[in-house]
């Protein structure tokens, strides 16, 4: 019956809880410890599994149902966390970029080679990593309630895939534009993997809940994309 949907930990000694809630909260975090360290001792992690599963039913029982997740929403989650799609993305643009790239120069010194069907498939997997990227993007709005670009991690995330929106748009404009967008690409993705940049998914900060505060954001970092493009191409030329 808690208005604000205040969450505790077991270990908040100012703890709401009375009389066998109490006994559970002040006893389940020590319980999952210790069981968490049998676990690594045996391998055996059925016991810490089953702390986990007391937890969540402690949580269901007590709490508002609008305040716990469904089940769907968090496997999404642990999928999500598992695959870890955009730093898996950041590789796979590197070396596409880098082949078609070593291509486009083979063919620019010596026009006789064509690699059409490389090129080809270069573009096709291109198209292909575009989807992925839109793909995470889409999951992560869905699991944090709110457009992913309100942090530094979620932008750079965003300016990337906006870049890459870039390069399907201008990739009939000139043969370099896919290598040199999968470079641009793999570099926002590499530093947003970077210890000093946070991946956690937060709650929206107040400032971006205006719906056409999100849009001047989205539209102001997506330019970066454009800028970031050009001077790229720019450095190649």
């Given at each position: 019956n808690d208005p604000g949907e205040n969450w505790y930990s077991?270990?908040?000694?100012?703890?709401?809880?009375?009389?066998?809630?109490?006994?559970?909260?002040?006893?389940?975090?020590?319980?999952?410890?210790?069981?968490?360290?049998?676990?690594?001792?045996?391998g055996n992690w059925e016991e810490a599994?089953?702390?986990?599963?007391?937890?969540d039913l402690f949580q269901r029982r007590v709490a508002n149902a609008e305040s716990i997740p469904n089940v769907r929403k968090v496997e999404l989650e642990i999928f999500y966390n598992k695959v870890d799609i955009f730093r898996r993305l950041a590789m796979y643009f590197l070396l596409v970029g880098l082949v078609v790239l070593i291509l486009q120069f083979i063919q620019l010194l010596n026009p006789k080679y064509k690699f059409k069907l490389l090129n080809n498939i270069g573009l096709a997997i291109f198209v292909l990593l575009f989807a992925v990227h839109g793909f995470g993007i889409g999951l992560r709005w869905y699991l944090s309630g709110h457009a992913p670009w309100s942090d530094g991690y979620e932008a750079l995330v965003f300016i990337a895939f906006v870049t890459v929106l870039c390069g399907l748009l201008f990739s009939r404009q000139s043969k370099i534009i896919v290598g040199a967008t999968c470079i641009l690409a793999w570099l926002m993705l590499f530093v947003a993997q970077l210890s000093i940049v946070d991946s956690?998914?937060?709650?929206?900060?107040?400032?971006?809940?205006?719906?056409?505060?999100?849009?001047?954001?989205?539209?102001?970092?997506?330019?970066y994309a454009f800028l970031g493009l050009g001077a790229i191409l720019g450095l190649m030329v």
């Amino acid at each position: 019956n808690d208005p604000g949907e205040n969450w505790y930990s077991p270990y908040d000694p100012n703890h709401p809880f009375e009389n066998e809630d109490a006994d559970f909260m002040n006893s389940i975090g020590p319980l999952y410890v210790s069981a968490v360290q049998n676990a690594h001792e045996t391998g055996n992690w059925e016991e810490a599994d089953r702390v986990v599963e007391l937890i969540d039913l402690f949580q269901r029982r007590v709490a508002n149902a609008e305040s716990i997740p469904n089940v769907r929403k968090v496997e999404l989650e642990i999928f999500y966390n598992k695959v870890d799609i955009f730093r898996r993305l950041a590789m796979y643009f590197l070396l596409v970029g880098l082949v078609v790239l070593i291509l486009q120069f083979i063919q620019l010194l010596n026009p006789k080679y064509k690699f059409k069907l490389l090129n080809n498939i270069g573009l096709a997997i291109f198209v292909l990593l575009f989807a992925v990227h839109g793909f995470g993007i889409g999951l992560r709005w869905y699991l944090s309630g709110h457009a992913p670009w309100s942090d530094g991690y979620e932008a750079l995330v965003f300016i990337a895939f906006v870049t890459v929106l870039c390069g399907l748009l201008f990739s009939r404009q000139s043969k370099i534009i896919v290598g040199a967008t999968c470079i641009l690409a793999w570099l926002m993705l590499f530093v947003a993997q970077l210890s000093i940049v946070d991946s956690q998914m937060t709650n929206l900060v107040p400032v971006l809940k205006s719906f056409w505060l999100k849009i001047h954001v989205a539209v102001i970092t997506g330019s970066y994309a454009f800028l970031g493009l050009g001077a790229i191409l720019g450095l190649m030329v």
